[in-house]
């Protein structure tokens, strides 16, 4: 266990009077509940003393009413108080930990896997939920009943000697703990871990169902699935094995001390030194701490399933993302020129790098093609410019400042990149296309769908522009999800347009249509138009031909069609019908 505890100690210190509050109510119904015993016992004595009377049968009843009502009065209210605590920590832990996630980067994602971050916030979470809940309210109610319970048996005239040789076979408890404790940890680790490995698998198999579905392979899917939901089984069984044995040992050694209570206090009632009505308030008494030391083990095993989740909460919340605003970091320029300056580049843990030796200069407001073969590192330059890996030191410059050194906020909310996959959200149309800024009026929405050639099909749906997208909503085809995204990229402000292959999954036609909307677009900034089309770069300033991580080409249109190079044979290639790969 790491000795950071800082979310939950933090959450119990602001929140400790309620905490006293709800113990101090449950410390009040053990007292309660102890004092039956005692009472059940005087009344044994009282009717072997002078036999049934009437009006005593009614007093006891009452005093044993009143007893049973504070019991639950006070117990209940005390539950109340933790069980809303608990509920309230997890609502502000789940907060903190989706903050904490939209600070991190998006290697931080790759590397983690989402399952794993999932299971943390919903598994995990209510593990640690549940040891500040039930974990406080059982340990107060264990702790404070068995020591009530002592209490009532010496004020009961209970012989000291009795109570401690029936109490002696519980002593074992605290040994049990410290055997089974440790091995019940790492088994509910590895059950946790095993669930992730499972959410991991589910939400990829579920997110690739279509393909799944097209390719025929739903059993080696299922079987895929089937292979984690086992380990989990095994894991699980292991766990239960282990703490099902913990938890018989403890009731175990409860019914030990009934049976020594019987033996040796049965004994000392027959020889006259106890009365009757101790001797049953004994046996009582031990049945009830029974309950309590049953409870330990469980507030036990529950304690160390939720200090595993706990360490990885804490360890989650203690992750300090690796692209961080640097002490010097300024807002992006107006108007920004982009200069490359020996960009090279090589994704961590990767050994060949996917940029090399990058020099380019582009004037603010101009265009720049970007073309090149799958894998030429085209993406990798755009993923450097937003920050979303940080390149090295003096690299890549915006309007003179090392992007090192922009603020991510104001370099990523004004620059308005177009990915290829662009995601679109479970929400309307309208808001998916005013997602960079809600408050964008309707009309303009509109103008951004026109502009990105989407008008059309928008306004064809019953709903129009307030269609909800997604699982419970419309399914746009692969071109109009493409336009929709592309429609959102426009509706950003900012001095730079990034169009990555974002009209791929258009046809020839709509792409120049779209081309020849953005014409005035491109004036206003700088755009970048990464394709594998020519006729989507053509008009552009300046067009680079990548190749590899390098530059290998690079002028206007005519004077690459004049190198004869890779661009001119591609631009060849698809004139003539072929696809350049
Ligand atoms: N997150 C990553 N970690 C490691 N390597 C990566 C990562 N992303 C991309 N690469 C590698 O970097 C190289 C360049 O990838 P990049 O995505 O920039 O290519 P691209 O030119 O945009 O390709 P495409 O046209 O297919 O989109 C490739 O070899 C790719 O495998």
Not at 299 to 310: D, E, T, W, Y
Not at 318 to 325: A, L, N, T, Y
Not at 488 to 515: F, N, Q, W, Y
């Amino acid at each position: 266990m790491t000795k950071d505890r800082s979310i939950l100690t933090d959450y119990v210190r602001e929140h400790w009077y309620y905490y006293l509050l709800a113990v101090a109510l449950i410390i009040a119904s053990n007292i309660a509940q102890a004092a039956l015993p005692r009472v059940l016992g005087q009344f044994t004595d009282a009717l072997l003393a002078g036999g049934i009377r009437y009006d005593m049968i009614v007093r006891y009843s009452l005093i044993l009413a009143a007893i049973g009502i504070a019991y639950n009065v006070l117990f209940g209210a005390g539950q109340f108080s933790v069980m809303r605590l608990g509920r309230k920590f997890e609502f502000a832990m789940r907060q903190s930990l989706f903050r904490k996630f939209s600070t991190l980067s998006e290697h931080y994602f790759s590397r983690q896997g989402t399952g794993k971050l999932l299971s943390s916030m919903t598994n995990d979470v209510n593990s640690v939920r549940e040891s500040i809940s039930n974990g406080v309210t059982m340990t107060t109610n264990a702790v404070f009943l068995f020591l009530s319970c002592v209490v009532m048996m010496l004020l009961s005239h209970i012989p000291l000697h009795l109570i401690v040789v029936c109490i002696i076979p519980m002593i074992a408890i605290p040994f049990l703990v410290v055997y089974f404790g440790p091995r019940i940890r790492k088994r509910s680790m590895s059950v946790q871990e095993s669930l992730a490995v499972m959410t991991d698998s589910a939400e990829e198999q579920l997110r690739g169902i279509r393909v799944t579905k097209t390719f025929a392979i739903e059993p080696t899917a299922r079987e895929r699935f089937g292979s984690t939901v086992d380990q989990i089984k095994d894991n699980q069984l292991h766990l239960v094995r282990m703490s099902s044995l913990f938890q018989a040992a403890v009731p175990f050694l409860g019914a030990l001390s009934l049976v020594i209570s019987l033996l040796y206090g049965g004994y000392l009632a027959v020889q006259g030194e106890i009365t009757i009505g101790n001797f049953i308030a004994l046996t009582l008494y031990l049945r009830i701490m029974s309950g309590p030391l049953q409870q330990i083990g469980n507030v036990i095993n529950m304690m160390q399933r939720s200090g595993a989740s706990l360490d990885r909460v804490n360890r989650l919340l203690g992750e300090q993302p690796d692209i961080q605003d640097s002490e010097q970091a300024q807002p992006l320029a107006a108007s920004p020129d982009l200069k490359l300056s020996g960009l090279s580049f090589t994704y961590p843990g990767s050994e060949r790098p996917a940029l090399k030796d990058i020099h380019l200069h582009i004037a603010s407001g101009q265009t720049l093609g970007i073309v090149g073969k799958t894998g030429s590192g085209k993406t990798t330059l755009v993923k450097l410019l937003l920050r979303i890996y940080d390149p090295p030191t003096g690299t890549v410059w915006l309007g003179g400042t090392d992007v090192r050194d922009i603020s991510i906020n104001s370099l990523r909310s004004r620059i308005a990149y177009v990915p290829q996959d662009g995601f679109l959200f479970s929400t309307t149309i309208r808001d998916n296309i005013a997602f960079s800024d809600r408050s964008i009026p309707l009309e303009k929405v509109e103008n951004h769908a026109r502009q990105a050639m989407i008008y059309e099909p928008i306004v064809r749906f019953p709903d129009k522009f307030d269609t909800r997208l997604g699982e419970r909503g419309v399914t746009l085809s692969g071109g109009q999800r493409q336009r929709t995204s592309l429609a959102r990229g426009l509706a950003k402000t900012g001095p730079i347009l990034i169009l990555d292959d974002s009209m791929s999954a258009v046809d020839a036609v709509t792409e120049t249509g779209i081309l020849a909307n953005l014409v005035q677009e491109r004036k206003q900034r700088t755009t970048l138009i990464i394709s594998h089309r020519i006729s989507a770069v053509k008009q552009a300033d300046r067009i680079i031909v990548l190749d590899e991580g390098r530059i290998v080409e690079q002028g206007t249109h005519q004077q690459l069609l004049e190198q004869r190079g890779i661009y001119a044979s591609m631009y060849q290639l698809q004139e003539e019908g072929l696809y350049y790969e």
